[in-house]
């Protein structure tokens, strides 16, 4: 049997009452609402004084002729090869944009890193844009920007302003615009408010520029807007709308600024280069025209023989070759030459033929410079992985470059030589021409060549000049920075949202874990899933501990008794003689309320006009006297003599007719052996004839044996248990006792019960051991149901 009901309770533990669950809950509504009003109040005075941060955002087109970009619009130039070097990688220019380099310069042209406020009585609120003043700093050394310093301003009017430290200390009184000697530098304050306002105080801090970079940097986000587009998207978070807006908007030009100083350094170097190479042509070019003059002038020659005439014109063409190719082996030794003497410097591109394949390995070696200079400028170390990758690659391909130039010159070799055959065929004919003919020739076709080379480096300069004149912008504004309406942070819906959820979950995780570790018998369902004894009652909690039930008594406490009392009758169904009905009052554990039960029913059946006597039979901790007046002489005063009759130590109630008691007496030194003796079986088969009910309080069973000693006297016993006190596993107990019928016909009570929680009388009342004062509880606590 016992098997069977750990197999029910293992069952029964298993199933889970949903109405049960959701009323542990429900029945807390007040702490719930309590909970989410705090947090939504916390909310609502966070985002009452939290700083708004809003989204503001740009949109340029960047030049990068593989995703069609600018370059389109100026493809008119490109005969002249002016932008034959102009590609952009949209990747490289979002790092050039995000770089230290350009946050730092726009930072610095804005003044950002000096803050304005005004003080508030919660909080100070950040000024920008029409400031009330502004101040300029002057003679700091560079250090200066990294400190954190703040200076207090207060205005006396529009002429006179008073200037504290970051500690309150007053530095002095000074006028706007006057130049104010501090320590790491000069101040100057500048009035631009027309309105005579006094003693109005603002604070001005100046932040680490450093800092501030970082601050900056990690706010700004940019990002190409798809793969196959070169636009590119600038967002900035801020708390102030025209800051960001400035910022981007400055960022932008700055990048501009520097593409074009970055394409106006190539055009300046091209140019610097031919004007370099144009001197020296025309030093030649004036001593191959004096050796003419003097040549002729020695010769005394002003024209070329008729005869000459044919055959002249027939070697124009040979002329023409020797001068073209003599052309292009000074231009490609001049910038072998230059490669040679130079290491990591630009270029100068456009001058060699177009036929050759070298210009655009020399765009590209170009590029690669810009994209160095860029990454150095922007804070890289020249140990940096990127610059060594690039200078890896600016040393293949210079190599490549010259190995072309080499290649380019070794095929013009062959061919002049191939013309000095040519050349050798003509000047056999020419032999029969007079030697200072051919002298002539010589002259003028070294005149040619200069002169050639000469109008050849003019044109380049000329078209470097155009290329310089006509640079323009690496970006293209679509959209100026725009500031998103509402703020991005602190969202209001999600902050509310989540305020609610934790208000609501608070509670709900303290009830959770409350009732996962709370292991005590609450409601009479407590004892109907853990055991199979009969349940008789429960007794809500009373006023006062030493309250006894009177004709007159309207509590739920009394209403609960005589229910108890009346089904009390139903255990004595098999009874049928007329001896006295006697009931047994024990529990587990002290302090349970046997004895306020065992006073209290003895009192509802003497009410009811029968007559009851009232047993104290835990002679090891009697509790009797706690609550009736009774003698110190009892139970066991009369079991120790052996003259005294039991009628000498029962006493009536003072205010019943038909209550009597027999108090427990002295604490005896071996309470079980007086308990064992025949003449307690004696005293109740005496008892029973002279009363209607005997009603016993009697020692609990999980901690002495004395209960079960006297338990055969018992024709019920009535199990108390209470509630919030007892553990839900020390109903084993019990539950043992009432299948090895330890203790006979018995009966469940549950006391002290709490009647709000859904189970009960529906009144609520307490008690604990003291006077009868009903209590007043505060207001918080009726709220809350304390």
Same mark, same amino acid.
């Given at each position: 049997?016992?098997?069977?009901?750990?197999?029910?309770?293992?069952?029964?533990?298993?199933?889970?009452?949903?109405?049960?669950?959701?009323?542990?809950?429900?029945?807390?509504?007040?702490?719930?609402?309590?909970?989410?009003?705090?947090?939504?109040?916390?909310?609502?005075?966070?985002?009452?004084?939290?700083?708004?941060?809003?989204?503001?955002?740009?949109?340029?087109?960047?030049?990068?002729? *593989?995703?069609?970009?600018?370059?389109?619009?100026?493809?008119?130039?490109?005969?002249?090869?002016?932008?034959?070097?102009?590609?952009?990688?949209?990747?490289?220019?979002?790092?050039?944009?995000?770089?230290?380099?350009?946050?730092?310069?726009?930072?610095?042209?804005?003044?950002?890193?000096?803050?304005?406020?005004?003080?508030?009585?919660?909080?100070?609120?950040?000024?920008?844009?029409?400031?009330?003043?502004?101040?300029?700093?002057?003679?700091?050394?560079?250090?200066?920007?990294?400190?954190?310093?703040?200076?207090?301003?207060?205005?006396?009017?529009?002429?006179?302003?008073?200037?504290?430290?970051?500690?309150?200390?007053?530095?002095?009184?000074?006028?706007?615009?006057?130049?104010?000697?501090?320590?790491?530098?000069?101040?100057?304050?500048?009035?631009?408010?027309?309105? %005579?306002?006094?003693?109005?105080?603002?604070?001005?801090?100046?932040?680490?520029?450093?800092?501030?970079?970082?601050?900056?940097?990690?706010?700004?986000?940019?990002?190409?807007?798809?793969?196959?587009?070169?636009?590119?998207?600038?967002?900035?978070?801020?708390?102030?709308?025209?800051?960001?807006?400035?910022?981007?908007?400055?960022?932008?030009? +700055?990048?501009?600024? =520097?593409?074009?100083? =970055?394409?106006?350094?190539?055009?300046?170097?091209?140019?610097?280069?031919?004007?370099?190479?144009?001197?020296?042509?025309?030093?030649?070019?004036?001593?191959?025209?004096?050796?003419?003059? @003097?040549?002729?002038?020695?010769?005394?020659?002003?024209?070329?023989?008729?005869?000459?005439?044919?055959?002249?014109?027939?070697?124009?063409?040979?002329?023409?070759?020797?001068?073209? %190719?003599?052309?292009?082996?000074?231009?490609?030794?001049?910038?072998?030459?230059?490669?040679? +003497?130079?290491?990591?410097?630009?270029?100068?591109?456009?001058?060699?033929?177009?036929?050759?394949?070298?210009?655009?390995?020399?765009?590209?070696?170009?590029?690669?410079?810009?994209?160095?200079?860029?990454?150095?400028?922007?804070?890289?170390?020249?140990?940096?992985?990127?610059?060594?990758?690039?200078? &890896?690659?600016?040393?293949?391909?210079?190599?490549?470059?010259?190995? @072309?130039?080499?290649?380019?010159?070794?095929?013009?070799?062959?061919?002049?030589?191939?013309?000095?055959?040519?050349?050798?065929?003509?000047?056999?004919?020419?032999?029969?021409?007079?030697?200072?003919?051919?002298?002539?020739?010589?002259?003028?076709?070294?005149?040619?060549?200069?002169?050639?080379?000469?109008?050849?480096?003019?044109?380049?300069?000329?078209?470097?000049?155009?290329?310089?004149?006509?640079?323009?912008?690496?970006?293209?504004?679509?959209?100026?920075?725009?500031?998103?309406?509402?703020?991005?942070?602190?969202?209001?819906?999600?902050?509310?949202?989540?305020?609610?959820?934790?208000?609501?979950?608070?509670?709900?995780?303290?009830?959770?874990?409350?009732?996962?570790?709370?292991?005590?018998?609450?409601?009479?369902?407590?004892?109907?899933?853990?055991?199979?004894?009969?349940?008789?009652?429960?007794?809500?909690?009373?006023?006062?501990?030493?309250?006894?039930?009177?004709?007159?008594?309207?509590?739920?406490? /009394?209403?609960?008794?005589?229910?108890?009392?009346?089904?009390?009758?139903?255990?004595? +169904?098999?009874?049928?003689?007329?001896?006295?009905?006697?009931?047994?009052?024990?529990?587990?554990?002290?302090?349970?309320?046997?004895?306020?039960?065992?006073?209290?029913?003895?009192?509802?059946?003497?009410? @009811?006009? &029968?007559?009851?006597?009232?047993?104290?039979?835990?002679? *090891?901790?009697?509790?009797?006297?706690?609550?009736?007046?009774?003698?110190?002489?009892?139970?066991?005063?009369?079991?120790?003599?052996?003259?005294?009759?039991?009628?000498?130590?029962?006493? &009536?109630?003072?205010?019943? =007719?038909?209550?009597?008691?027999?108090?427990?007496?002295?604490?005896?030194?071996?309470?079980?052996?007086?308990?064992?003796? &025949?003449?307690?079986?004696?005293?109740?088969?005496?008892?029973?004839?002279?009363?209607?009910?005997?009603?016993?309080?009697?020692?609990?069973?999980?901690?002495?044996?004395?209960?079960?000693?006297?338990?055969?006297? /018992? =024709?019920?016993?009535?199990?108390?248990?209470?509630?919030?006190?007892?553990?839900?596993?020390?109903?084993?107990?019990?539950?043992?006792?009432?299948?090895?019928?330890?203790?006979?016909?018995?009966?469940?009570?549950?006391?002290?019960?709490?009647?709000?929680?859904?189970?009960?009388?529906?009144?609520?009342?307490?008690?604990?051991?003291?006077?009868?004062?009903?209590?007043?509880?505060?207001?918080?606590?009726?709220?809350?149901?304390?």
């Amino acid at each position: 049997m016992e098997k069977e009901y750990i197999k029910k309770n293992m069952e029964q533990d298993d199933s889970i009452n949903i109405r049960e669950e959701v009323e542990k809950y429900v029945l807390q509504w007040r702490w719930f609402v309590f909970s989410a009003l705090i947090f939504i109040s916390i909310a609502f005075f966070y985002l009452r004084y939290a700083t708004p941060v809003y989204k503001s955002t740009t949109t340029i087109l960047v030049k990068d002729d *593989r995703k069609g970009g600018i370059a389109n619009e100026l493809a008119a130039f490109s005969e002249l090869g002016i932008l034959s070097g102009a590609k952009s990688n949209v990747d490289n220019e979002i790092e050039i944009i995000k770089s230290r380099t350009l946050i730092e310069k726009t930072i610095k042209d804005l003044n950002l890193n000096i803050k304005y406020y005004n003080k508030g009585r919660i909080k100070d609120g950040e000024l920008y844009g029409d400031l009330p003043f502004k101040v300029f700093f002057s003679n700091y050394e560079n250090s200066f920007y990294e400190l954190n310093n703040s200076y207090y301003i207060t205005k006396k009017n529009n002429q006179k302003f008073s200037l504290f430290d970051s500690n309150d200390k007053k530095i002095g009184d000074y006028t706007f615009g006057q130049k104010i000697k501090l320590v790491d530098a000069d101040l100057v304050v500048i009035n631009q408010q027309a309105k %005579n306002e006094e003693d109005i105080s603002f604070w001005v801090q100046i932040t680490p520029l450093k800092r501030l970079i970082e601050n900056f940097s990690d706010k700004l986000s940019v990002s190409a807007l798809s793969k196959n587009t070169s636009v590119i998207e600038l967002s900035l978070t801020d708390p102030t709308k025209k800051r960001a807006e400035d910022f981007l908007n400055k960022l932008v030009d +700055n990048y501009n600024a =520097d593409a074009v100083a =970055d394409k106006n350094y190539i055009s300046e170097s091209t140019s610097n280069f031919i004007d370099q190479r144009l001197v020296l042509i025309t030093k030649e070019l004036e001593s191959v025209e004096s050796d003419e003059e @003097s040549f002729k002038t020695k010769n005394k020659l002003t024209d070329i023989p008729s005869e000459a005439g044919l055959f002249l014109e027939n070697a124009s063409e040979y002329e023409k070759k020797v001068v073209e %190719n003599e052309t292009q082996i000074k231009v490609v030794s001049s910038m072998s030459e230059y490669i040679s +003497n130079n290491d990591k410097e630009l270029i100068p591109a456009t001058i060699i033929t177009s036929e050759s394949g070298a210009n655009e390995q020399i765009n590209q070696f170009n590029q690669l410079i810009l994209t160095r200079n860029s990454f150095i400028q922007s804070g890289a170390g020249i140990d940096n992985p990127k610059i060594l990758a690039i200078d &890896k690659q600016i040393s293949e391909l210079k190599a490549t470059v010259k190995n @072309s130039l080499n290649s380019l010159r070794q095929s013009l070799e062959i061919k002049r030589r191939d013309l000095n055959r040519q050349g050798a065929l003509l000047n056999g004919k020419i032999s029969q021409i007079p030697r200072q003919e051919n002298e002539y020739r010589s002259l003028v076709r070294q005149q040619n060549i200069k002169q050639s080379l000469y109008l050849y480096l003019l044109q380049k300069r000329e078209e470097a000049a155009i290329s310089l004149a006509i640079t323009s912008a690496n970006a293209k504004v679509i959209d100026p920075a725009i500031s998103s309406i509402n703020p991005v942070s602190p969202n209001k819906k999600i902050i509310f949202l989540g305020a609610l959820l934790v208000g609501l979950l608070l509670p709900f995780s303290v009830i959770y874990i409350k009732n996962l570790l709370d292991t005590k018998i609450k409601t009479r369902l407590d004892i109907e899933k853990n055991t199979s004894i009969p349940f008789l009652g429960d007794v809500p909690k009373s006023v006062s501990s030493n309250q006894i039930i009177d004709i007159n008594s309207r509590s739920s406490t /009394a209403e609960a008794l005589r229910i108890i009392r009346t089904n009390v009758e139903f255990l004595f +169904n098999n009874k049928t003689n007329d001896l006295a009905k006697t009931i047994f009052v024990t529990s587990t554990f002290p302090k349970e309320g046997k004895t306020f039960l065992s006073i209290n029913i003895a009192a509802t059946i003497a009410l @009811s006009g &029968k007559k009851v006597l009232l047993m104290g039979m835990d002679v *090891r901790n009697p509790k009797i006297d706690e609550y009736i007046k009774v003698p110190s002489t009892g139970l066991t005063n009369y079991l120790t003599s052996s003259n005294k009759d039991i009628s000498e130590f029962i006493i &009536k109630q003072d205010t019943f =007719d038909q209550f009597y008691v027999l108090p427990s007496g002295v604490i005896p030194p071996n309470p079980a052996e007086l308990l064992m003796s &025949k003449k307690v079986d004696d005293l109740f088969e005496e008892l029973k004839k002279n009363y209607d009910y005997i009603v016993v309080d009697t020692a609990p069973v999980g901690l002495v044996t004395d209960t079960f000693i006297v338990a055969k006297q /018992a =024709d019920c016993f009535l199990y108390v248990v209470r509630a919030n006190v007892l553990d839900k596993r020390m109903l084993r107990i019990p539950e043992e006792l009432y299948h090895e019928k330890k203790l006979p016909n018995m009966a469940v009570i549950l006391n002290d019960t709490e009647s709000t929680k859904g189970y009960g009388y529906g009144y609520g009342y307490g008690y604990g051991y003291g006077v009868e004062v009903e209590e007043k509880k505060p207001w918080y606590r009726r709220l809350f149901n304390f």
